[in-house]
């Protein structure tokens, strides 16, 4: 079934709360302050049950212009509008503004509604209409039915009811592609259950028993109860007036403007690139770093301009600019936003964001205003392709629907046909997939051989470049999981070979260069002339003529088994402690038990290496002490 979300719009007093009553029977005038006042000042809601059967959710936006940051809250992802204006009034300031935002938000469905037919005249109400019909020419409206109504006397209310069925009934079910996306418009505590928030669901299903993240930061908190049309159900769907009762959440974590969704499927930014409308009626140029006021779903967040192609804006004019936020905003490609002066508050433009994670750009480049062009007008292959290729990290499936905006099965087609060309890749490990263009495979392959290459000749005795820090260096941008998902997707296509703790190029092995090797010889024979007594290491490598990069060399034979570490400062040939550990075995296998002093004698060595060797044996389990003696430990006992 279809979810209908109907909206009001309007100037302050022109009797849009009453307009609902009559729709309805519900007074969306819920807080005392707006009963005394006669005003709306926070948004109402109700539901109205249409003669097809379909219900539509309502939502009573304030008029007045100082609430017209609520209004804005109200007024994202509704379907139908009801642009309401008093007959005795006619067209308002704010009924202008009104209409601004109903066009930026690209609202195309609605009915003008003259209300208070009853305080005027018909000659009067025919010069209203007239001028109302001159408003919305060249605007979403402009072929929107005009119908004139009283709400007290109920005159045109049935007719209002039937032309909204249908404009229903031509409304495609096209929301619920996507991950869930609840942009929270009210925040209030039940007693007995805890915080609940309400918000138009974008995208997606809710079910009890889910766990939604609050983005742009916040906590993960388990959805205990929804409510639709004023019912407990236990699924919400895209379209849909939910309340959302959250387990654990203190009402203090939670407030308009932040969003509801799905651990890990929004992507918190400061920057979002835009296809800005500047309206007309502006009174003045926009310039580059404009501050302004940005309502971005139910979010109003301070932000600049930065006009990629000129140094200002004329009213009227369309162009791409990218928005840098003061705070992260979570949104998704294909969201419309507002745009108010920061003073004096007035609307002024809107747009379309295309990125919603967007990098920073350097200014006047046409291939950018080209890239940004495919963005917002290119096919499903090519906004994927673009997408994936567009920053530097991994993209999860549910990445690619938020990002690009497009139906789960759009982008799973797309993304299909990509792979089928070899424009993008799938990378894999663990259970987990992720995806990178083709193009941008083939550059950070070549960026990582190069670099390793690198390495490899600056430190030819290494065992590999460190993983950690070869991330940090070149892909700062990736996490560990997806840094380790790229490496073992080019260790598959033979690019690399991957070690707990390092990757090095495919079938390199560290060994000494020319000038290096004659001097390793030279240390493995000092080593194992001193066999039992050996030297220490500065003095070796010396005599080996190794004055330079001694320690390199050193990791170098330890990694390879040639010396091992038998103490701190104390390394013996692997040769030599082979042969010492099979005499102490011998001895073991003989007398069952062996002195420090037996050592000494049978390896002709002194107190200096016989003790630190057997504490060696110790740990190795080949040896046991016991009191003075050492007995044969668990490595020997075991076999």
């Known amino acids: 079934m279809k979810h209908i979300i109907i909206g009001t719009a309007g100037h302050v007093d022109h009797g849009k709360t009453v307009l609902i009553k009559a729709l309805t029977g519900v007074d969306t005038d819920r807080l005392k302050e707006e009963k005394e006042r006669g005003i709306s000042i926070e948004l109402g809601f109700a539901y109205l049950k249409l003669a097809s059967g379909q219900t539509a959710g309502i939502i009573d936006v304030p008029g007045h212009e100082r609430f017209i940051k609520n209004m804005l809250a109200g007024v994202g992802g509704?379907?139908?509008?009801?642009?309401?204006?008093?007959?005795?009034?006619?067209?308002?300031?704010?009924?202008?503004?009104?209409?601004?935002?109903?066009?930026?938000?690209n609202v195309k469905r609605g009915v003008v509604v003259i209300?208070?037919?009853?305080?005027?005249?018909?000659?009067?109400?025919?010069?209203?209409?007239?001028?109302?019909?001159?408003?919305i020419k060249g605007t979403v409206l402009?072929?929107?039915?005009?119908?004139?109504?009283?709400?007290?006397?109920?005159?045109?209310?049935?007719?209002?009811?039937?032309?909204?069925?249908?404009?229903?009934?031509?409304?495609?079910?096209?929301?619920?592609?996507?991950?869930?996306?609840?942009?929270?418009?009210?925040?209030?505590?039940?007693?007995?259950?805890?915080?609940?928030?309400?918000?138009?669901?974008?995208?997606?299903?809710i079910k009890t028993g889910d766990n939604l993240q609050i983005y742009p930061a916040g906590g993960v908190y388990r959805v205990r109860n929804l409510q639709v049309h004023g019912h407990k159900v236990d699924t919400a769907e895209a379209g849909q007036r939910v309340a959302i009762n959250l387990s654990g959440l203190e009402t203090s974590e939670l407030n308009r403007g932040q969003v509801l969704a799905l651990s890990?499927?929004?992507?918190?930014?400061?920057?979002?690139?835009?296809?800005?409308?500047?309206?007309?009626?502006?009174?003045?140029?926009?310039?580059?770093?404009?501050?302004?006021?940005?309502?971005?779903?139910?979010?109003?967040?301070?932000?600049?301009?930065?006009?990629?192609?000129?140094e200002e804006l004329e009213p009227g004019a369309e162009t791409y600019i990218q928005l840098q936020m003061e705070e992260p905003v979570a949104t998704a490609r294909g969201d419309h936003l507002v745009i108010r002066s920061y003073s004096p508050?007035?609307?002024?433009?809107?747009?379309?964001?295309?990125?919603?994670?967007?990098v920073k750009h350097k200014r006047y480049r046409d291939e950018l205003i080209e890239a940004l062009a495919t963005a917002e007008k290119g096919t499903p292959t090519e906004l994927l392709e673009q997408y994936l290729a567009a920053g530097a990290r991994l993209y999860t499936p549910s990445d690619l629907i938020s990002g690009t905006g497009l139906a789960a099965e759009t982008a799973a087609s797309a993304l299909q046909d990509l792979l089928d060309q070899g424009r993008a890749v799938e990378l894999a490990h663990e259970g987990e997939k992720a995806y990178l263009s083709g193009r941008l495979i083939a550059e950070w392959t070549d960026k990582i051989k190069k670099a390793l290459t690198e390495y490899h000749q600056k430190f030819p005795l290494r065992e590999g470049y460190p993983k950690e820090e070869l991330r940090s260096r070149l892909f700062p941008t990736l996490n560990n999981k997806q840094f380790q998902m790229l490496l073992v997707c080019l260790e598959q296509n033979g690019h690399i070979d991957?070690?707990?703790?390092?990757?090095?190029?495919?079938?390199?092995?560290?060994q000494p260069g020319p000038a290096l090797s004659t001097g390793v010889k030279r240390l493995?024979?000092?080593?194992?002339?001193?066999?039992?007594?050996?030297?220490?290491?500065?003095?070796?490598?010396?005599?080996?003529?190794?004055?330079?990069?001694?320690?390199?060399?050193?990791?170098?034979?330890?990694?390879?088994?040639?010396?091992?570490?038998?103490?701190?400062?104390?390394?013996?040939?692997?040769?030599?402690?082979?042969?010492?550990?099979?005499?102490?075995?011998?001895?073991?296998?003989?007398?069952?038990?062996?002195?420090?002093?037996?050592?000494?004698?049978?390896?002709?060595?002194?107190?200096?290496?016989?003790?630190?060797?057997?504490?060696?044996?110790?740990?190795?389990?080949?040896?046991?002490?016991?009191?003075?003696?050492?007995?044969?430990?668990?490595?020997?006992?075991?076999?």
């Open 345 to 358: 508050m007035r609307t002024i433009g809107g747009g379309l964001v295309i990125d919603p994670t967007a």
């Open 524 to 639: 493995e024979e000092i080593y194992l002339a001193g066999m039992y007594q050996p030297p220490g290491w500065s003095d070796a490598a010396r005599q080996a003529g190794i004055t330079k990069d001694d320690q390199e060399v050193l990791n170098y034979l330890l990694a390879r088994g040639t010396l091992v570490k038998v103490a701190d400062g104390l390394f013996f040939h692997q040769r030599a402690l082979s042969e010492a550990t099979n005499l102490i075995k011998q001895h073991l296998a003989q007398r069952g038990e062996l002195l420090l002093g037996e050592v000494r004698d049978i390896l002709q060595t002194s107190r200096k290496y016989a003790l630190p060797l057997l504490e060696y044996l110790d740990k190795e389990k080949i040896t046991r002490r016991v009191g003075d003696k050492r007995v044969a430990g668990r490595a020997l006992s075991d076999r």
């Open 498 to 510: 991957l070690h707990a703790n390092s990757v090095i190029a495919h079938g390199f092995i560290p």
């Open 78 to 105: 509704i379907d139908i509008v009801l642009l309401v204006i008093a007959a005795d009034e006619g067209v308002m300031p704010q009924t202008r503004e009104h209409l601004d935002i109903i066009q930026l938000l």
């Open 115 to 135: 209300t208070k037919k009853d305080l005027v005249d018909e000659e009067w109400l025919d010069m209203v209409t007239e001028d109302v019909r001159d408003f």
């Open 264 to 310: 890990g499927s929004l992507h918190p930014a400061h920057r979002l690139d835009v296809k800005l409308q500047y309206l007309s009626s502006a009174p003045k140029p926009l310039k580059h770093r404009a501050r302004v006021r940005v309502y971005l779903g139910t979010a109003e967040v301070l932000g600049r301009v930065i006009l990629l192609d000129r």
């Open 142 to 205: 402009e072929k929107a039915p005009l119908i004139n109504v009283s709400a007290v006397s109920g005159e045109g209310i049935d007719e209002l009811k039937l032309v909204i069925d249908q404009l229903a009934a031509d409304i495609k079910e096209n929301k619920s592609a996507g991950p869930p996306r609840l942009p929270v418009d009210r925040v209030f505590t039940v007693t007995g259950f805890g915080t609940v928030a309400t918000g138009t669901l974008l995208s997606g299903q």
